[in-house]
């Protein structure tokens, strides 16, 4: 795990939270060398117990939980200038994650230590006003999930899901959407062909590619 220096301008940039700090807590915060990991490296596991709290600076990480049969349903990403609430919840709650954290692209993270979180949310309102605020953000997001999970077609999921990448061609495979929806390959595949055989979709080799977006709306509208 190679560690580098923090650059000032882009954690306060991506973390304004933290821009009312007094100088020498500032300073302290920096010398702590940021963690580079490569994609597909795990950042948290689950039953492992939090170090402390991410600030991610560059790249990308998944949230899944596992079942007992193999089987993994994402549960949200996080972004530079995000966190995760799964390890804001492990420190206040002072337990152990209960799900995985996955590097899905390179990634640079520095993490907060557990003492210095703690103090942070006492004493600087910016940084707790943050913290809370996401957690706000991402239970709704669970929320969503829970009743997209519940309640939708998988059908209507996987539209939703090839139609939130924002892109007309999507560099993913079956695997890899199948896991996001919480599902198997093999049905995600099936719905797929369904997909290509109405006009909306022309897949490839680890490739997927939009041709009627409007069809998809509708579809994810149902």
């Known amino acids: 795990m190679p560690n580098s220096a923090v650059d000032r301008q ?6 304004p939270a933290l821009a009312g700090l007094a100088e020498a807590r500032l300073e302290r915060l920096l010398q702590a060398p940021a963690a580079t990991l490569p994609a597909g490296t795990a950042v948290f596991a689950e039953h492992q117990p939090c170090a402390g709290f991410p600030l ?7 949230v899944v939980k596992q079942a007992a049969s193999g089987r993994e349903l994402m549960l949200y990403r996080v972004a530079p ?26 990634l640079t993270l520095l ?10 949310l006492v004493d600087h309102p910016p940084f707790r006003d943050f913290v809370f605020h996401l957690f706000a953000e991402r239970i709704g997001e669970l929320m969503q999930l829970v009743e ?37 390959r093999e049905i995600v595949s099936r719905l797929l062909k369904g997909f290509a055989a109405q006009g ?22 149902v």
């Open 10 to 15: 882009q954690l306060l940039r991506l973390y």
């Open 56 to 62: 991610l600076l560059a790249g990308s990480i998944k």
């Open 81 to 106: 200038g995000g966190s995760c609430i799964i390890s804001s919840s492990c420190l206040l709650g002072r337990s152990d994650y209960n799900a995985r954290g996955i590097a899905e692209t390179p």
């Open 111 to 120: 993490a907060l230590p557990v003492a210095e979180f703690a103090q942070l």
């Open 148 to 184: 997209e999970v519940a309640f939708a077609r998988l059908d209507q999921r996987l539209a939703r899901l090839i139609l939130a990448r924002q892109s007309d061609t999507l560099n993913v495979t079956h695997q890899q959407l199948a896991d996001e929806l919480g599902s198997v």
């Open 200 to 221: 909306l979709v022309l897949l490839g080799r680890e490739q997927l590619t939009v041709t009627d977006r409007d069809g998809l709306n509708k579809l994810a509208a």
